[in-house]
């Protein structure tokens, strides 16, 4: 859904991709540096009750996925290990969200089952990922699903970001309440998807199937 929004936000983070090019930093590089800067966010902040100041240093960073994009295609320096590398440390930095996450309530969120919450939408995140890129290397195309991961990082970021700033500003603890409801829509969701992603290679599969036998009965 928010896949949408990437040329918009391509376009406002295209002067710094610019400098940077300028600078003769590699597509790589930046690649690489945002996901230290969303782990080191992610894992410092999170589990020491620094929501807010966690949200922050993660967003600051997770806009680094569009700027190596940017640069790769205006450098024409795309390449199969860039798309690899890419790709790869996405995994990573989205791990490192819902695993600090996970750690806050097992630390001074105190609650288990909230951490458990977290753990599954870690988990079924990275099978609706791992869905599409099997799929992907056996010819065929599963990018479907209600929750991909732009929209994941969006509704988790906003959420514990609002609620984590409010509850600084004074409001009652129970604006806390939201972290877990979204942890909770987003297991449900990334769990549709992953189910939506199955369903739409068992149709792939089976046209295939069918359309090679045809092809065989026809030859004989």
Known sequence: MLERFRAFWTAIWAPLGNLLIRWGV???TVTFVGTLGVVAGALIFFPTGHLFTGVMVVTAFVFSDMIDGYMARTTGNVSLYGNFLDSTLDRIGDAAIFGGLAMYYVGPGHNHAYAALAIVCLAMGNVTSYARAKAESLGMQAKVGIAERADRLVFILVTTGIAALLH???????ILWAIPIMLGYLAVASSITVAQRIHAVHIQSRDITRAAATEATSTD
């Open 26 to 28: 590699s597509p790589n």
């Open 168 to 174: 600084d500003l004074g409001v009652d603890r129970r």
